[in-house]
């Protein structure tokens, strides 16, 4: 059975950082990509920024490009979002799926119901 744990969320002022941390266990599906998404409240989910199993493309949203950096690290199944100059509207729950199937050009889509996805870290950028 598929375990995906995120950590690493917080408080944090605009301007900082944090480092979100997603490990992957008992995973057998051979997916494509997979990458992390937010919800904050009364919104619908968003794309942030997700890696390719199999070699390093990334995808990013545009509003997150020059902020965020997606790694990952194979030996330990474990997938790192890096996000400096975090701003108020930062302020989300952040999901790791870890089953993406289709990336195009900079994104990749909501893969909808998975199991291949964790409870999410909850992120706060104070102003």
């Known amino acids: 059975q598929v375990q995906v744990v995120e950590s690493g969320g917080g408080l944090v002022q605009a301007g900082g950082s944090l480092r979100l941390s997603c490990a992957v266990f008992?995973?057998?599906?051979?997916?494509?990509?997979v990458g992390w998404f937010r919800q904050a409240p009364g919104k619908e989910r968003e794309f942030v920024a997700a890696?390719?199993?199999?070699?390093?493309?990334?995808y990013y949203a545009d509003s997150m490009k020059d902020r965020f950096t997606i790694s990952r690290d194979n030996a330990n199944n474990t997938v790192y979002l890096q996000m400096n100059g975090l701003r108020p509207e930062d302020t989300a729950k952040y999901y790791c799926d870890a089953d993406l199937s289709y990336c195009s050009g900079s994104v990749c889509y909501d893969p909808g119901m998975s199991d291949y996805r964790g409870q999410g870290t909850q992120v706060t950028v104070s102003s």
């Open positions: 890696i390719s199993w199999t070699d390093h493309t990334t």
């Open positions: 008992g995973r057998t599906k051979s997916s494509y990509a």
